[in-house]
T-cell receptor, first 116, second 115 residues
Framework: GAVVSQHPSRVICKSGTSVKIECRSL??????MFWYRQFPKQSLMLMAT?????????EQGVEKDKFLINHASLTLSTLTVTSAHPEDSSFYIC????????????FGAGSRLTVL | GQQLNQSPQSMFIQEGEDVSMNCTSS?????WLWYKQDPGEGPVLLIA?????ELTSNGRLTAQFGITRKDSFLNISASIPSDVGIYFC???????????????FGQGTILTVHP
C-alpha cells in the first residue's frame, strides 16, 4: 500500500533556530501534500496545501514566512519552521494525495518538534 | 470556516462493550472519513463514506454518512483493548482546484477500554 515517510520523527532545537521536516511518498507520486499541526490532546489543524511545482496555499492565520513549504518533486515536500520558538512545539503531520487521480490520502507518522 | 463537532470527547468502557461516536457539521461534506490515531503516530484510515445515506462496515466497525450530508457516526462492536486510541472524523468538501482533498477534522474521541 501507499506509504508516507516523515523525517525526523522527533527533533529538539534551541529557540531561534530553523528546523526542516521532510515528507516523502515512498511508493507513489503525490501531486498534493497537506501539512497539519496537532497540539497535545487536540485535533489536526490544516496549515497549508502543497502542490508540486507551485507555491503552497496557507490556511488563515498561518504565517507563510515562518512555515516555509517546498514541494520540489512528486515525492517530496518539506516544511521548514524558521526562527522557532517554544510555542511552535507541536506534532507536525503530513498527508499525500496520489497523482493517479484517486482521491486517497495517506498520512505520515508525524514529527514531534520541541523548541527549548 | 467549516467546523466539525465530534462527541463524546472521551469514553471509558469495558472490553466487550459497543461504542458509538458521532460528528456533526455546520455545512455539507461530500465525503466523510473516520480515522484512528495511536499516540505519537499519524492517523490511519478506518472507513470512508462517499454517498449520503451510505452505511459501511469494516470488521467490527460500522459507519454511516448522514442523509443530510452534515453528520456521520461510527460504531465499534465488541470492543477489545487494542481499540484504545483517539478516533477522528473528517469531512472533505467537493471543492476542486489545488486544494482538492483538503480535510477538516473533528476534535477527536479518546477511547479507553478496560480489560
Amino acid at each position: 500500500g501507499a506509504v508516507v515517510s516523515q523525517h525526523p520523527s522527533r527533533v529538539i532545537c534551541k529557540s531561534g533556530t530553523s528546523v526542516k521536516i521532510e515528507c516523502r511518498s515512498l511508493d507513489f507520486q503525490a501531486t498534493t501534500m497537506f501539512w497539519y499541526r496537532q497540539f497535545p490532546k487536540q485535533s489536526l489543524m490544516l496549515m497549508a496545501t502543497s502542490n508540486e511545482g507551485s507555491k503552497a496555499t496557507y490556511e488563515q492565520g498561518v504565517e507563510k514566512d515562518k512555515f516555509l513549504i517546498n514541494h520540489a518533486s512528486l515525492t517530496l515536500s518539506t516544511l521548514t519552521v524558521t526562527s522557532a520558538h517554544p510555542e511552535d512545539s507541536s506534532f507536525y503531520i503530513c498527508s499525500a494525495r496520489m497523482a493517479t487521480g484517486a482521491n486517497v490520502l495517506t498520512f505520515g507518522a508525524g514529527s514531534r518538534l520541541t523548541v527549548l | 470556516g467549516q467546523q466539525l463537532n465530534q462527541s463524546p470527547q472521551s469514553m471509558f468502557i469495558q472490553e466487550g462493550e459497543d461504542v458509538s461516536m458521532n460528528c456533526t457539521s455546520s455545512s455539507i461534506f461530500n465525503t466523510w472519513l473516520w480515522y484512528k490515531q495511536d499516540p505519537g503516530e499519524g492517523p490511519v484510515l478506518l472507513i470512508a463514506l462517499y454517498k449520503a445515506g451510505e452505511l459501511t462496515s469494516n470488521g467490527r466497525l460500522t459507519a454511516q454518512f448522514g442523509i443530510t450530508r452534515k453528520d456521520s457516526f461510527l460504531n465499534i462492536s465488541a470492543s477489545i483493548p487494542s481499540d484504545v486510541g483517539i478516533y477522528f472524523c473528517a469531512g472533505r468538501d467537493g471543492a476542486g482546484g489545488t486544494s482538492y482533498g483538503k480535510l477538516t477534522f473533528g476534535q477527536g474521541t479518546i477511547l479507553t477500554v478496560h480489560p
